[in-house]
């Protein structure tokens, strides 16, 4: 009943009400009243970002290893900033990887997955922009090493993207994950 209250009051605070007084300049935003009440706010996650993950989704499953990655929301590229085009690993119908780079070549991209729960923004291991992207980059950040496996030979064409079978292998502190037979789906 308590916790309903809080979360009854982060809403009202989230349209001005349940302040101090009127004046917004002495009222508190509903992350200021979770943060002092102990809660936190749904949807957000440690790092106060908004999480990528899809709302009420489970843990996939790899065919080989105990890492779990939870499928992302159709807006999980916004967490990538500004990028010129980008990737997306598809398994089992979801996406779990999505990496994206600007079109220099000097540029070593960024990708964002949720990792055993845990939202994780990872560099590329080397530069080369989109086209590395592409080619199926290995990237590297918070302890981790996610390679994509992308298989060879010119790519089918689906919803104006470029698709590849694929791989995915995540290394980290559990030893190595392998999602095997996905696919990378590229912006065209």
Do not use: H
């Not at 055993?116 to 086209?131: H, K, S, W, Y």
């Amino acid at each position: 009943m308590r916790r309903a209250a809080i979360y009854l009051c982060l809403a009202a605070l989230a349209a001005g009400g349940c302040s101090k007084s009127n004046d917004a300049s002495t009222g508190e935003s509903a992350d200021d009243y979770a943060a002092r009440a102990g809660v936190s706010s749904p949807g957000v996650n440690d790092a106060g970002a908004s999480s990528v993950a899809e709302v009420n989704a489970q843990p996939v499953l790899a065919s080989e290893g105990s890492t779990r990655l939870m499928p992302l929301a159709s807006d999980a590229p916004m967490a990538l900033g500004k990028v010129a085009g980008g990737c997306s690993f598809i398994y089992q119908g979801r996406s779990l990887l999505v990496a994206g780079s600007e079109k220099d070549a000097d540029d070593k991209g960024k990708s964002v997955l949720v990792i055993d729960g845990r939202q994780v923004m990872l560099a590329g291991a080397e530069a080369g922009g989109l086209q590395m992207i592409e080619a199926g980059p290995t990237l590297v950040g918070d302890g981790f090493a996610v390679s994509v496996l992308r298989g060879e030979g010119e790519p089918s064409r689906a919803n104006g993207k470029n698709e590849w079978g694929a791989d995915l292998l995540v290394k980290g502190p559990t030893g190595e994950t392998t999602f095997s037979q996905g696919k990378w789906s590229c912006t065209a």
